[in-house]
């Protein structure tokens, strides 16, 4: 079992709300990685944040926003949410980034299901 | 869109059997990575092989690497009960830290 954790594990929004999902990364990992995976899909790369600075972003849209803390854990945001926004969202914390990063290890996960 | 496929999309075996799943991805890579996700949870880390490696194991585990091709493969030995799982190999890709992940191999090991 790894020390990633989220919160919370099962959240239901309406379309048009938005969402906070919360992340607490490994100790000394200083790197979080935010993942969106759709049921039968494997994970799609959401962006990163490296020492609170957003370092690379997938496809996906501006409304999907995130913020790193001195402590290393995160926040993802999404807004306005849509009905394809339902799936499970997954943080993953590492250490480094680039070249230099190592293994990236996932939490459990929160499962969004917007109506 | 996903960088990576796993092939076969689906496995079922018995206990003792071994388990055999490939990989395929598009772009050059630093390293290729093998998670193991059950029913819809976490995904966990299984092993990770550099790109100038060709081989490398982790207990009952067996990844090879072919650059040339693009491909890996998990073997699983001796599988049990408790290996039913998805399966999804990852590729850093040209980013470096953004993991592309496939759809993953469904396997199903039965008593």
């Known amino acids: 079992e790894t020390g990633v954790t989220q919160s919370p594990t099962h959240l239901i929004k309406t379309r048009g709300q938005q969402v906070t999902l919360r992340c607490s990364s490994q100790?000394?990992?200083?790197?979080v990685s935010w993942y969106q995976q759709a049921l039968g899909q494997g994970p799609q790369f959401i962006f990163q944040?490296?020492?609170?600075?957003?370092?690379g972003r997938g496809n996906f849209p501006p409304r999907f926003s995130g913020l790193q803390f001195p402590n290393y854990s995160s926040e993802l945001n999404v807004n306005a949410l849509e009905l394809d926004d339902s799936a499970l969202y997954l943080c993953?914390?590492?250490?480094?980034?680039?070249?230099?990063?190592?293994?990236?290890?996932f939490g459990p996960g929160t499962r969004l299901l917007v109506l | 869109s996903q960088q990576g496929e796993e092939d076969p999309q689906a496995l079922s075996i018995q206990e003792g059997e071994n388990a055999t799943m490939n990989c395929s991805y598009k772009?050059?890579?630093?390293?290729l990575q093998w998670y193991r996700q059950n029913s819809g949870r976490g995904l966990v880390h299984l092993i990770l092989?550099?790109?100038?490696?060709r081989e490398k194991h982790s207990g009952r585990l067996r990844v090879t690497l072919d650059t040339s091709k693009k491909s890996s493969s998990l073997l699983i030995t001796a599988s049990r009960a408790a290996d039913t799982a998805s399966y999804f190999c990852?590729?850093?890709?040209?980013?470096?830290?953004?993991?592309?992940f496939g759809k993953g191999t469904s396997l199903l090991v039965t008593p």
């Open positions: 993953a914390s590492s250490r480094g980034t680039g070249g230099n990063q190592e293994t990236q290890y």
């Open positions: 990852a590729t850093d890709g040209n980013s470096g830290y953004a993991l592309n």
């Open positions: 772009t050059s890579i630093n390293n």
């Open positions: 944040y490296y020492r609170e600075e957003e370092n």
């Open positions: 100790s000394g990992h200083n790197t």
């Open positions: 092989i550099r790109s100038n490696e």
